[in-house]
């Protein structure tokens, strides 16, 4: 008994078939007594023909009408979803962000949420209705309707469990679950029963998939479970939670593998105050992403200046570098795009010592060089040669044992 | 220079191509110096690709999803249009129901219109925008979506054109205006170059297509002329107006031929007072939407009482009136769907005699044998034989020369 909130991403209304599935679950739940909230995406390939549409008409068409038109993929959903519902005998009432007054700013395309009057669900709830929420939207001050970019469903969901205190947000997905790596590279990888906020930011932000950095951070901001788990099954997924005290002994939680890096280094930089900032403003100013940044002192007047960016980002970010080489007194530009980022993410890390020696020492016995090291307080990763990637992340998910459950591992107490 | 209303169909926005034609004659009307509102239709098939999805999922949806979902097509629409015209370098927002607060009564699927807050477009307008607003859609005071049913989208057009003091509210569709019949019969059939509301109300409530009477009805209320025109050319097409003296002088605007019709007669019906209304009180029970209604004193104790149905309704109403037979003490009842009524509309007839007689005059000429008639004080109405539909109707336009421009014709005035 309670109040549960249940997201539906693209793949799992794409066609009436899976909509009357997703429907039948929201009603299974709401016959054990629990008040139920849907939040569902646009169906299957809705979104990308809709943008098809205005690119034809338009190579750069204004925001605010991208969000006016993008928007009718969830509301049509919605209100589908609603249909199948009744259809199946039980009641049920569509909502589009402005209904749900989703208050955002007015970023169009990747606005933020500011906040969600629950008044007019909790209302359709306590009449026994199953309440079916449009993802992705919502309506700035003037009441033109914002979207809120990738994973925008996800963080819909989770915010719309915060605003009705509900007592589970689930994310419906084609995967069972969140798993310790990518197993079409390490097939062994186990899904993991829980995960913290923290890893699993670290883990998005390093490129694994299911969920959205934002819908993650609404979480832990608002404390709201998020229960990542597949819409063919029943079969408990993966909670990502609060840190517990047991997470410490695990270590390492998971590990990524990112290919699509490319690596710039500048030797020889002259090492005065304010030459970093330089550098990073001007990257900045050419519209490069700067992903981690590795400098170290070379003599007390020389640094060398390295950094790595999206592969999309690597000829705007040569070109930029060349530009203030001089400024800098850079010695040499050293540029490579055939390079992996391979890392591990675990709380662990924070209390425990002999992570990152664990980890080297997994490279070294597969043979793998280390270019560069960068650390945040919960991950170590390592950027290797690329054709050596998938072999260091498969030596790395051995030592740390993450094909087998946390319990069956040898190192956690 | 003034506030012109353009509304664009389904079939004028069909495609890419079609919008950006709709695109350039807002910006052209834009660029004499006008402001200028657009009102669109959902593109082509869109609609019934929606119903579709629908029925898929429960054969007899919630009307209130219904109109969350069939709201979406508009939307697209004029998102795409605002596009459309942003690439061609001129300002556009687009508007929806909510967005322009079109109030309606709460009648899902057939919704009518309360208020127009006129304020949001004029503001959008004074800023240097064409505003494109999605029609057939409102909102209830709750904010539920609403739809205006069959014809919804010249409604909002000239419903708008009232709120905003437009100086022309412009209709385009794929014909080049109103016909004095329809030319697939008789094909010397020429464009009018104005009608009276009256006049066309009268026509489309004959099944004469092209406007919906709701439209002319909110034209008549609120004082706005209609101009329906084609969207293909820049030629004058027909204006739906006020009556103008002009107008008697024409006796008949326009003829119509209906062959979607059935007849039922009940005869030797007991001449008691409230027959009648039993008849067609069960009748409206069962849901049977009853066109014409023509009783005859056969003596002082007994009369016949005929109505015609549409062919849809035709069951039913046998049904029904098998029902009723005895409580009416009726002798028989007798049954036919093979006729056509032929009409002409004209507000002459409210001052000239003999119309009645000229059209009685083309049919016996034409060897057409009328079943019955019936009037209103601008429409002559004659139920014949089927087979003898065409015939007749071609008769009556010789008759009233409406093969010719009205100044060319002999009993023109």
């Known amino acids: 008994m309670g109040v549960i909130v249940q997201k539906f991403g693209g793949t799992s209304v794409a066609n009436a078939e899976k909509i009357k599935r997703a429907a039948q679950r929201a009603i299974d739940t709401a016959e054990k007594g629990n ?104 309506i700035d001050e003037n009441e033109n309707i914002t979207t809120l970019g990738r994973g925008g469903s996800d963080t819909s969901a989770v915010a719309l469990a915060a605003a009705v205190k509900a007592d589970a947000c689930e994310i419906y997905t084609d995967v069972d679950g969140i798993y310790t790596t990518d197993p079409r590279i390490f097939p062994e990888a186990v899904k993991m029963d829980q995960i913290s906020y923290d890893e699993m930011l670290e883990m998005a932000s390093l490129g694994a998939g299911v969920m959205h950095g934002r819908s993650i951070e609404f979480g832990k901001k608002y404390d709201v479970t998020i229960h ?117 993410v675990g709380v662990g890390m924070r209390t425990h010592y002999g992570v990152a020696n664990m980890m080297f020492t997994a490279l070294a016995n597969a043979k793998v060089n280390i270019d560069s090291i960068t650390t945040s307080e919960i991950r170590i990763s390592c950027i290797v040669d690329k054709d050596q990637g998938d072999l260091a992340l498969k030596s790395v998910c051995k030592t740390f044992e993450l094909d087998k459950p946390v319990e069956k591992r040898s190192y956690v107490k």
């Open 228 to 344: 990542v788990r597949s819409s063919m099954s029943d079969k408990k997924g993966t909670l990502i939670t609060h840190e517990v005290p047991q997470m410490e002994g695990i270590l390492v939680s998971g590990a990524t593998i990112e290919k699509n890096l490319a690596k710039i280094s500048m030797t020889g930089v002259d090492n005065h105050p304010g030459n970093a900032a330089k550098i990073f403003a001007h990257l900045a100013q050419a519209k490069v992403s700067v992903n981690d940044i590795i400098q170290t002192e070379v003599s007390s007047e020389k640094a060398n200046v390295s950094f790595t960016v999206s592969k999309s980002d690597f000829n705007d970010a040569k070109k930029a570098v060349e530009g203030i080489k001089e400024t800098v007194n850079c010695d040499e530009i050293f540029c490579r795009d055939d390079i992996a980022e391979v890392s591990v």
């Open 35 to 138: 008040q139920v909230v849907v939040v569902a995406s646009a169906r299957g390939k809705q979104t990308d023909t809709l943008i098809a549409d205005a690119l034809e008409l338009n190579p750069n068409p204004p925001k605010r009408e991208m969000d006016q038109l993008l928007s009718t993929g969830e509301q049509q959903t919605v209100s589908l979803l609603a249909m199948a519902i009744d259809g199946m005998g039980y009641k049920a009432i569509s909502m589009t962000g402005a209904q749900i007054k989703m208050i955002t700013d007015s970023v169009h395309t990747k606005a933020r949420i500011k906040s969600i009057d629950a008044k007019a669900i909790k209302k359709h709830l306590d009449a026994g209705n199953i309440v079916i929420v449009a993802g992705f939207q919502g």
